[in-house]
């Protein structure tokens, strides 16, 4: 079975601080590679994706590194606010194919 | 902006109960999923349709089955509930079938 490890699975930062949360993967045939975020009471909703062409994507804060030969991709998230603090979600699939979903790491960020 | 509705935010149900979860989008996708969320599992695909009236298997579609007569609905249908079938459940659509993914806000079903 396709699988994406995800770790650590709960991370208490200080705010202003950075945040990573890295994911691993197995499938070398994977293509898409997005992190999701969920709040308390919501449906997790995309925050960032990257395709194994670049090594590293930057949206704001957010920041996805991406080592390939490691099969291996992180989420930064530089000067960590409390609104931050959800759970994130890494995920990989194969272009045309469902996404596999990582266990979720659960981030805190405390003032 | 998308919107995927789930018709219940919390349901409870007893054991052996046949339990329908109902999902509806509104932005016309040709793919919808459903997926469950426990707590350091992450989360797993049930089933999901990439067109009316056909369904795939997910990881885990034992106990539970699935219908999408319309587009823009896909339901879950627990036959016969289970204590063990107690989660969140996520219903989702997309426009390609591992990309764009949207969820909906989740039913919290316990089976007691």
């Known amino acids: 079975q396709q699988q994406v490890k995800q770790s650590p699975q709960s991370l208490i930062v200080q705010k202003g601080g950075i945040s990573i949360i890295n994911c691993a993967y197995e499938?070398?045939?994977?293509?898409?590679f997005p992190w999701y975020q969920q709040f308390p009471g919501k449906g997790p909703a995309l925050l960032i994706a990257i395709r194994p062409d670049v090594s590293e994507k930057k949206e704001g804060r957010f920041t996805i590194s991406f080592n390939k030969s490691a099969k291996q991709f992180s989420l930064h998230i530089m000067d960590s606010q409390p609104g931050d603090s959800a759970t994130y979600f890494c995920a990989a699939s194969i272009t045309g194919e469902k996404l596999t979903f990582g266990t979720g790491t659960r981030l805190t960020i405390i003032p | 902006d998308v919107k995927v509705t789930q018709s219940s935010r919390y349901l409870v149900k007893r054991t052996g109960e046949k339990v329908f979860l109902e999902c509806v989008q509104d932005?016309?996708?040709?793919?919808m999923f459903w997926y469950r969320q426990d707590p350091g599992l992450g989360l797993r695909l049930i089933y999901f349709?990439?067109?009316?009236?056909?369904?795939e298997k997910g990881d885990i579609p034992e106990g539970y089955s699935v219908s999408r007569e319309k587009k823009e609905r896909f339901s879950l249908i627990l036959e016969s509930a289970s204590t063990n079938q107690t989660s969140m459940y996520l219903c989702?659509?997309?426009?390609?079938?591992?990309?764009?993914?949207?969820f909906g806000s989740g039913t919290q079903l316990s089976v007691l």
């Open positions: 989702a659509s997309s426009p390609w079938p591992g990309q764009g993914i949207h």
């Open positions: 349709s990439y067109d009316v009236k056909m369904k």
């Open positions: 499938n070398t045939a994977f293509d898409y």
């Open positions: 932005m016309d996708h040709e793919n």
